[in-house]
């Protein structure tokens, strides 16, 4: 099964905002309402930042939005903040007993 | 305080087996399912393989062929990887992740496993 399509890259200066976008298909994002979102920052082990594509736990900020529409998930990070520069990673499960990951998305905070 | 522990990783030659073990506290562990993830150097996440809570329901990527065997011992609350027939390309850090939510909401540090000769 391939992995979710993730852009490589996204930028954004302090106070905007990006979405970045995470595209599969009928059998994963469009067929799930299981969509989560991770931030991983280098060395450091993943944060669940979005699960079921639009809540957030506790503690995670709510400049931190996820959405979806058919087969594409995306998250929004509103007000950027140096913090957020990071690699966000999407996930969803997927048919047949099958959970997938995204390639990942660096994001930077010019 | 809740934290997953993984140990065991190290250098293995390829064609040899590891066993990677992730020691859980500060929730009902056996009450979670559990999922390992890995990320080779550089790379991005990769799902390995997910296990309900009684280890009776186990998940696994296609790529792995029967080579690696998620397991758990709920009396000592305790997640563990068998992996054999190794490759190269099998060198990634593996994290331990609790499920919850529909997603993985608490991971571990980390245990590297290398491949090499």
């Known amino acids: 099964q391939s992995a979710l399509t993730q852009p490589p890259s996204a930028s954004g200066s302090p106070g905007q905002s990006v979405t970045i976008s995470c595209t599969g298909t009928s059998g994963d994002v469009g067929g799930y309402d299981y969509v989560s979102w991770y931030q991983q920052y280098p060395g450091k082990a993943p944060k669940l930042m979005i699960y079921e594509v639009t809540k957030r736990p506790s503690g995670v900020p709510d400049r931190f939005s996820g959405s979806k529409s058919a087969n594409t998930a995306s998250l929004t990070v509103s007000g950027l903040q140096a913090e957020d520069e990071a690699v966000y990673y999407c996930s969803s499960y997927a048919a047949y007993k099958k959970l997938l990951f995204g390639g990942g998305t660096k994001l930077t905070v010019l | 305080e809740v934290q997953l522990v993984e140990s065991g990783g190290g250098l293995v030659q390829p064609g040899g087996s590891r066993r990677v073990s992730c020691a859980v506290s500060g929730f009902m562990f056996r009450s979670h399912w559990m999922t390992w993830v890995r990320q080779a150097p550089g790379k991005g996440l990769e799902w390995v393989a997910s296990?309900?809570?009684?280890?009776?329901?186990?998940w696994y990527g296609d790529y792995l062929k029967g080579r690696f065997t998620i397991s758990r011992d709920n009396a000592k609350n305790s997640l563990y990887l068998q992996m054999n027939s190794l490759r190269v390309e099998d060198t990634a850090v593996y994290y331990c992740?609790?499920?919850?939510?529909?997603?993985?909401?608490?991971w571990g540090q980390g245990t590297l496993v290398t491949v090499s000769s």
């Open positions: 992740t609790r499920d919850n939510l529909n997603a993985r909401d608490l």
């Open positions: 296990i309900n809570p009684d280890g009776g329901d186990t």
